[in-house]
């Protein structure tokens, strides 16, 4: 408990050592005029009614998507991924167990009495 508490204050004080290096500093021009200044953008009505637009047939989209074969084929795509990786795997466990086996078969011929 005693080192725990230690290494606690020992990273602390750490901490605050590294963080004393730095000093912000900012200045302001008081006579500044914002007043032209806006936090906003309107978009003309007809790029307005266009965007809109794009909105709904991505929303359509991705419903479609949701309620319609593209998450049954997503699930069997993930699937079909997990089952490539897994045959991989076994290639390449395959290949360091036996290096030529893959490639030319089990060439030891063993004895073959009479």
């Known amino acids: 408990m005693r080192t725990t508490v230690a290494g606690g204050v020992v990273t602390l004080a750490i901490a605050l050592v590294a963080c004393s290096q730095f000093s912000v500093r900012s200045t ?3 006579s ?3 007043t032209r200044m ?3 953008v309107w978009l003309p009505l007809d ?5 809109v637009k794009k ?3 991505l ?3 991705a419903d479609a998507f949701v309620t319609g074969d593209g ?3 997503l699930s069997d795509l993930v699937g079909e991924a997990r089952r490539l990786v897994a045959n991989l795997t076994e290639l390449t466990d395959q290949l360091n167990r036996t290096p030529t086996k893959p490639l030319f078969g089990d060439r030891r ?3 073959e009495p009479k």
Not at 47 to 51: C, F, G, R, S
Request: hydrophobic content about 30%; cysteine-free.
């Open 38 to 40: 806006h936090t906003y």
């Open 109 to 111: 011929k063993g004895y």
């Open 71 to 73: 998450l049954a084929q």
């Open 28 to 30: 302001r021009d008081l």
């Open 32 to 34: 500044a005029d914002f």
């Open 55 to 57: 909105y709904g047939k």
């Open 59 to 61: 929303a359509d989209d």
């Open 47 to 51: 790029q307005v009614d266009l965007t």
